[in-house]
C-alpha cells in the first residue's frame, strides 16, 4: 500500500510556517501501520495542484491532502482537484448542510463567501468540520483514494480522527493495528537506553522499538502491530505488550520517569497532590525555569506555595537565610549554599518540601573549579536535609538550564517515591 | 526560474521530527528573491531518491537536497544520485582531504566508515562542510543544479551560508537581492496592524509588507526587491528602505518593541544595563515565566536581583509585605495588591523597579468579576508606583501565561523609555 501526503499553501514555501500537519498525519497513518512513502508541498497555485494530483493518482493508493479549503481566492484545492479528474465543481448540498449546522450552532447564516466552501468536484464525497467551516471531502483518482482536509491544524487533526481514520479503516479492510507503550526516561542517553534494552527484538517477537530524544529526555516506544480482533482475544495482545513494557521497565529500573506520557512536572505534581505535600522553590541559575514548569500544570495552586529567583547574594541572605559564612567560605555555587537555600525555602513558605538550585548556566561565569554546567541542588524534606552537584554541558544557557531544572524536579520526584 | 527543496531520511517521513531544514531553506532562498515552487520529502529508498532526482531534473533550475549523507547504511542519497545520473560513485579525493582536516583538528584519524562519505557521483564538486563529517556536493543533472546538504541542520545551515549560497549567486548571475526591515509589534492583532499599515504599497513603490503571527507578538516584514549594485549607488536603496521603515513606525506608534528582531526581555535587558537599573519581580499567576524570560538573556545578573513567586497569600504578605487588609478587602487579584507587590519586591531586593502580576491562568478559578484572563500588574520604580487591570483569554493556561507576562515586561519597557 502506497500512501502520501500532500500539503497546500504559500504560508509553507516562503518558509513562514513549518508543516506540522504531515508530521501529525504520518503518526496517524503509522498507528495504523501505514507508512507514508512521500510528502509534498506545493503552492497555491492551481495548476501546479493538479499536476501534481495527477501525479500521485497515478502512482499511489491512498493520499492525504491538507489546506486551500478556505473561502477567499487564494484557496484552490477543489479546483485543482476538478481538473485533475476532469470535473466540474458544483455545488454540494451536503457540505452546504454541514456549514449550515455549523453556522446555526454559533447563532450566524451562512453567507455568500461561505458557499464557496462547498463548491466540490461533482463525485466528491463530504467530509464534515465539526472544529470550523470549511467541509473536507473524499474522492477517488485513478488508483487512489483522496482525503481532503483543511491546512488549520486543530480542524485537520479532528476531521482526520472522526471522518478520515473510519474511512480508511473500511475502505482499506484495514485489519491490523499498531498498539504502543511510550516510556519517558531521564538520566540515560539514547544510545545508552538503545544497549541496555539490547535483545529486547528476540525476546518479544513481533515487536519493536522506538527511540526519540527529546531533550533532555529520552522517549522509549515500544511497538506492536497486530489484528483487530474482538476484544476479548485483544486482551491477549495487550498481555503481551505488558509483559514487554515491564521487562523494559525493569532494564531501565528508576530511569523511567513516566509510563502514561506524562511530564516530569505533571509526575510530581501528580504525587504531591496524592500525598498532601506543599512545595516551595528557590532558584539561582534555573532563573524561574521551574517555577514555570510547576505553575504549568494546571491545579498547581493545590501544592505549590512560593518560589524565590535568588540571582543577588543579598537575596540569597534576605529572603532565604542562608548564611554570610556559607557564601564567604563556599561561594554561591556550593551544595552547601544548596542546601541552606532549600531549607530556608522550605521555612520561609512552611511548606513540606524544598528544592534548591545554584549553579552556572553560562555562557560566562566559568571557573577551572566550577566550570559553566556545574550546578547544585539542595532538597528538604520530611526527616531528609541534603545536596548534590553535577556537572552538565549543554552548550547553550537555556539547554543547561533545562537540564538543571529537570535534575532538580527528578530528585524531588524521587525522594517523593522513595528511590 | 524554479526552485525546489527535497529532504530525505525516513525520519520525517515516520513522524519523529518535523523537517525545519526547508523552512529554514525557503526563506534564504526568498531572500535571493527565489520563491520555492515544491518541497518533497522521501524516505531512505534508494529507488524512491534516484526517480525523484529524475523528476525534479526535468522540471526545474535549482534544486536544494537535505539528508542522508552519513556514514551509515541508511545514508543513500550519494547513490541515488548517482543512478539518477547514470554515474558511479567514486571516491573523491578533494572530500577526503576536506574531511580529513576536519579529524585532524579535533585529534583524530580519519576511518574506513568515513571514507563511505567521501564516495561521490563522479561528476559531482565537493562542498565543505565546517560542522561535521559528511562533505556535501554539487552537480548538474538535465537543465537542474542540484546541491546535496547533510540533514543536521547546524551542518546544513554553515554549508548553506558558506558554499551554497555564494555558488547560487554566480551560477545565475543573480543581480537582484531583497532588503529587509523586521519589526516586533506587541498589543495590536494581525489585521489590525495590516489596516493600519494601509496606503503602504501606494506610498512606497517596489516594496511590500509582509505579516506573521509570533504569538503574542505580530513580525512585519518590509520587504524590498533590488539590483544589487556598488555601495554607494546601494545607499538610496537603504535611505528608501529607511524611509518606509519610519512610516511604519510612525503608524504603529509605541506598539513596535523592536526594530532589530530582539525579543522583548532582550529590549528590557538593554534599556536596564544602559540605564543602571536593577529589577526585582513578584509573579503570581504567571508562575516564574518572566523571571525565566528575563534569565533566558545572557548577562541578566547585571540587573536581575531577586524574584518571589507567590502562590500563596502567606507568600505574598510574609515576603512581599502585602497587607492582610488588602488581600482581605479586595483579594488576591486587585489592582490593590498588584501595587503592594511591585512595591514590595522592590523593596525586599532593594532593586531600582520592582514590577508585579496576580491574575487568572485558568482553566479554572475564574468568577463572573474576575474572569479567567484577568490579571492585575504593578509597576514600582523610580518616582513612580501604578498598577492596571486587563482582561486577556486566549484559549489556554499557557498561552495566557505568555500574555500577561508580555504585558507585565511592555509596561515596564515604557516606562523605562518613558513613553
Known amino acids: ?91 454540494n ?29 461533482a463525485s466528491a464525497g463530504v467530509l464534515p468540520n465539526t472544529n470550523g467551516t470549511a467541509p473536507g471531502f473524499f474522492m477517488r483518482m485513478g488508483q487512489c483514494c483522496f482525503y481532503f482536509m483543511p491546512g488549520v491544524p486543530s480542524e485537520m487533526m479532528s476531521m482526520y480522527t472522526d471522518a478520515v481514520k473510519p474511512r480508511l479503516v473500511d475502505n482499506f479492510g484495514l485489519t491490523s493495528q499498531i498498539l504502543i507503550e511510550r516510556l519517558t526516561i531521564f538520566g540515560l542517553g539514547e544510545s545508552r537506553v538503545g544497549s541496555l534494552l539490547k535483545g529486547f527484538e528476540n525476546k518479544f517477537a513481533g515487536m ?112 532565604l537565610k542562608v548564611s554570610q559564612k556559607t557564601l564567604e567560605t563556599y561561594g554561591a555555587v556550593h551544595e552547601q549554599t544548596a542546601l541552606e537555600m532549600a531549607r530556608g525555602v522550605r521555612y520561609a513558605a ?3 518540601w524544598g528544592i534548591s538550585t545554584t549553579g552556572i548556566a553560562g555562557p560566562g561565569g566559568g571557573t577551572q573549579d566550577k566550570p559553566v554546567g556545574t550546578v547544585c541542588i539542595g532538597i528538604a524534606g520530611p526527616g531528609i536535609e541534603t545536596s548534590k552537584r553535577y556537572t552538565f554541558n549543554f552548550g547553550s544557557r537555556s539547554a543547561n538550564k533545562e537540564m538543571f531544572a529537570a535534575t532538580a524536579l527528578e530528585l524531588l520526584r524521587r525522594n517523593l517515591i522513595g528511590k
Chains 1, 2 share one sequence.
Not at 447563532?107 to 462547498?118: L, M, P, S, V
Not at 512545595?279 to 510547576?294: F, K, P, R
Request: hydrophobic share 40%; aromatic share 6%; charged share 25%.
Open 208 to 319: 519493536h522499538l522506538g527511540f526519540r530524544a527529546k531533550f533532555p529526555f529520552v522517549e522509549v516506544k515500544i511497538v506492536y502491530p497486530v489484528k483487530i480482533k474482538s476484544d476479548r482475544a485483544g486482551n491477549t495482545d495487550r498481555k503481551q505488550l505488558d509483559a514487554a513494557s515491564k521487562w523494559v521497565l525493569g532494564c531501565l529500573e528508576n530511569k523511567v520517569i513516566s509510563k502514561t506520557g506524562q511530564s516530569l512536572e505533571q509526575e510530581v505534581g501528580s504525587l504531591l497532590k496524592e500525598k498532601q505535600f506543599t512545595l516551595a522553590i528557590a532558584e539561582s541559575c534555573t532563573g524561574g525555569l521551574i517555577s514555570n514548569l510547576v505553575t504549568d500544570v494546571a491545579g498547581s495552586s493545590d501544592y505549590f506555595l512560593f518560589s524565590a529567583v535568588t540571582y543577588s547574594n543579598e537575596a540569597k541572605m534576605n529572603i
Open 1 to 91: 500500500m502506497i500512501a502520501e501526503i500532500l500539503s497546500t499553501g504559500d504560508e509553507v514555501l516562503l518558509g513562514d510556517i513549518v508543516d506540522t500537519n504531515s508530521g501529525f498525519l504520518c503518526e496517524k497513518l503509522l498507528d495504523l501501520g501505514i507508512t507514508v512513502s512521500q510528502i509534498t508541498a506545493v503552492g497555491d497555485e492551481v495548476g501546479q495542484i493538479s499536476r501534481t494530483l495527477d501525479q500521485i493518482a497515478q502512482r499511489a493508493d491512498i493520499c492525504l491532502v491538507t489546506g486551500g479549503l478556505g473561502p477567499t481566492s487564494d484557496d484552490l484545492t477543489a479546483l485543482g482537484c476538478a481538473r485533475a479528474a476532469g470535473e466540474e465543481l458544483i455545488l
Open 93 to 121: 448540498s451536503n457540505a452546504v448542510e454541514t456549514m449550515a449546522l455549523f453556522f446555526q450552532k454559533r447563532g450566524f447564516e451562512i453567507d455568500q463567501a461561505n458557499k464557496k466552501q462547498a463548491m466540490l468536484p
Open 350 to 352: 512552611n511548606s513540606d
